[in-house]
Nanobody, 116 residues
């Protein structure tokens, strides 16, 4: 079983930055694909970014050029650096882990609020 704990959310003004962190435990972290998802009120949860076990990254079009995902396998950590934040980035952000195409381990989420 993989346990994921997010941190780093908060309130920031538009144009500001936040770095989300996700601490993983309970499994061989380096073998997992890691992803960040977000869910805004009244909307479905969607992928923001992912990073494979080999370090390949994917970004949703809405965050390309502003967000960066990174992992530190030695520390069992994955990060999401968020720059040039916009009010539409406001959501609960979730860290997720999976061995193949499906993410089947989820954190509890951290709230990000961007004020205009």
């Amino acid at each position: 079983q993989v346990r994921l704990v997010e941190s780093g959310g908060g309130l920031v003004q538009a144009g500001g930055s936040l770095r989300l962190s996700c601490a993983a435990s309970g499994a061989t972290f380096s073998a997992y694909r890691m992803g960040w998802f977000r869910q805004a009120p009244g909307k479905e949860r969607g992928m923001v970014a992912s990073i494979s076990s080999g370090g390949s990254t994917y970004y949703a079009n809405s965050v390309k050029g502003r967000f960066t995902i990174a992992r530190d396998n030695a520390k069992n950590m994955v990060y999401l650096q968020m720059n040039s934040l916009k009010p539409e980035d406001t959501a609960v952000y979730y860290c997720a882990a999976g061995l193949v195409a499906t993410y089947n381990h989820w954190g509890q989420g951290t709230q990000v609020t961007v004020s205009s």
